[in-house]
């Protein structure tokens, strides 16, 4: 079965501008994450999507939003990108909230190099 | 504030030996997840404990998870150099009216031939 696929793979933008990155996770799983990794910060969950409504949230700034639709494909969305921002981001899919107590355990996509010059 | 810590952050051992990587965390988690990442790839879900004195195996990696102690250990047995890459633990956390998944820093491993 298909694992979670994100696009794009690579992404370079300029300061300021607004990038939306896109997540489709495996087929039947509902609950869609996102983090963000970088070499100083590390791994830093940004929030979760289960059934198209936002169930968890890390801390992060408000220019950081998603969304996730009715097939559980979900996008994040950065505005008014700044050079911090550069990282790699991981979409994780599970079939469950993680806010339940059954098997919660979260499948990665490959992830998305975002560059901010 | 919750603090995954992991044990030793870089490691680079000889195949054929034993080895342990350790994660600490710093109040009471309901569940924690060990992942693994090589180099420019994603992270690949290893083990999910889920209870006290749980522990799973998987080829030569084996996990435990000590809640009263608050340490889940990874240990790696007669390493081969196909495990290098880095090993993350996470930590389920209820935070600020949600879950969180925390994470520690990583452990770098370097399985030589």
């Known amino acids: 079965k298909a694992g979670v696929t994100q696009t794009p793979r690579y992404l370079i933008k300029t300061r300021g501008q607004q990038v939306t990155l896109s997540c489709s996770p495996i087929?039947?799983?509902?609950?869609v994450s996102w983090y963000q990794q970088t070499p100083g910060q590390g791994l830093q969950f940004l929030f979760e999507?289960?059934?198209?409504?936002?169930?968890n949230k890390g801390n992060f700034p408000g220019r950081f939003s998603g969304r996730q639709f009715s097939n559980s494909r979900s996008e994040m969305n950065v505005s008014t990108l700044e050079l911090g921002d550069s990282a790699l981001y991981l979409c994780?899919?599970?079939?469950?909230?993680?806010?339940?107590?059954?098997?919660?355990?979260?499948?990665f996509g490959q992830g998305t190099r975002l560059t901010v010059v | 504030e919750l603090k995954v810590e992991q044990n030793p952050l870089f490691l680079s051992m000889q195949e054929g030996k034993n080895y342990t990587i350790y994660c600490n965390y710093s109040?009471?988690?309901?569940?924690l997840y060990w992942y693994r990442q090589d180099p420019g790839k994603s992270l690949e879900s290893l083990f999910v404990?889920?209870?006290n004195g749980a522990v799973k195996q998987e080829g030569r990696l084996m996990a435990s998870l000590d809640t009263k102690a608050r340490l889940s250990t990874l240990h790696i047995t007669a390493a081969v150099h196909d495990l290098s890459a880095t090993y993350f633990c996470a930590v389920d956390k209820w935070l600020s009216s949600n879950y969180q998944l925390i994470w520690g820093a990583g452990t770098k491993l370097i399985i030589k031939p």
């Open positions: 109040t009471t988690s309901d569940r």
């Open positions: 999507y289960f059934s198209e409504t936002q169930r």
């Open positions: 994780a899919s599970s079939l469950l909230s993680r806010g339940t107590s059954m098997n919660t355990e979260a499948f």
């Open positions: 404990l889920l209870s």
């Open positions: 087929s039947g799983h509902r609950s």
